[in-house]
């Protein structure tokens, strides 16, 4: 038997990793010591035995939502937020550490090419509407992507490939979130993915907080006079990256501590596949979807509306303070999943591809953060103008949803700079639309391109 504290991993039921250890020997035993190094056994028997969790318990009621709608508050927050961006204290947090397995695409999902016309992948999207904003706002804007150990090369590899888009490399701060390992749902123990190897999955994007610190980018982003970070995912091409009137809403200390401000759109139908915002016990909080009663799902004001509309389009503009405070009072929690893990069968010695759900995973999220803010906020934004995931190969939230609706926002801000556009019925452009981010991330900023008089059913236009 190794010399790994046997009974450590007897009392967290892990006893099989030690036998197999004891078959190995050369490179693949360090390798598998390596993976048990990594395991918290305690916290692992903790999860297993479903003491740790966030509570669903109590009657949620509904957030305030402040609109973006034209107004003095809008205007304020405008120059409030622009004078943040034009100060350089805005960095841009993507998280893409996912796994993606519902697009299947061979690769991180960043790298998925998402526009309609030029195929540009997500990742250059984003960095279009960074490279705008540098210029616009005359200050390099640091940009931090976390990665997962499972797509960390791949990832760099492809900004190296694509010169970094332009940007300027110590601009981009790669970063490696957490794992946390398989376990099967039956027993607990935890499932390997290879002779020499631990079924690990990343951790979540909450575990965006112990890697921020963990990494000491968190400490590099201060003293590069960094305060807060716009945070989004990386499957929405629509994404406002760095939106001034959201920035400046988030510090206006009449509204908000600046802790923690988060973006909504409405939801569009009861079993929409999106958390939604609450308030419960006075905390802003998260509800998903799973969780979601049906008797509050369906529950409508007295116009018809859904009550709890205000869906999680995870976007959020934190500021450095909160995010080193929630971790330091000991992070966020684990959520389970039940998911589809391939994983090596030690008793044949072969690997297996289940055919049902055979494991948990634990994921922490994000938004478990917000009811640890003081004063947080929830500003509601147009869907059309600023949501678009990609998740699912097909269907709904998919590559194709993706693209039309980036088409239809392009062909909204095209009619606003006044060219004159071919619709169908539904009102939909008849040609193909793109506006790159390195082009334009706001209407006004077409105002000084030549642009057609006209564009007619089947023509391309990419600016
Ligand atoms: P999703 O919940 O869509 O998960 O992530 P996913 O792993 O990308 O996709 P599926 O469920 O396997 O199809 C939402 C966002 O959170 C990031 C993703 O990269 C995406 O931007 N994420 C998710 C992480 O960065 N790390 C994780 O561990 C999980």
Redesign the pocket.
Known sequence: MSSLHTEAFEAAGQLHLLHRLDQLSGEQEARFRNDLARLDLPRLQQLWNGKEGHSTQGHPQTPTLIGLEESTLRAKARSRGEDLLARGTVACL??????????GWDGP?GTYPSAPISGDSLFAQFAGQILRETVRYGQPVQWCI?T?PLNHGATVDFFDKHQHFGLDPRTIHFFI?GVMPSLDRESGRVLLAGPDKIAF?????G??LRALAGSGLLAKLRAQGVGHLSYF???NPLVRALDPVFLGLHVDEDLSSGEATSKAVAKREPDEKVGVFGVRDGELTVLEYSDLPPDIAEATDSDGTLRFRAGNM?VHAFSLDFLSRVTAEGGLPFHRAIKKVPFFDDSTGTMHEPLAPNALKY?AFIFDALPQASRPIVVEAERAQEFAPI?NAEGQDSPQTSRAAQCARAGTWLTTAGVDISRNEQGEPESELEIRPSTATCPQDLASLALPKHLGAGERFLV
């Open positions: 993507t998280v893409a550490g996912g796994q993606g397995s519902r697009l999902k976390m997962s979130q999955n990343p951790d979540g994007h575990g965006t995912q990386v499957d995870a994921e998740k």
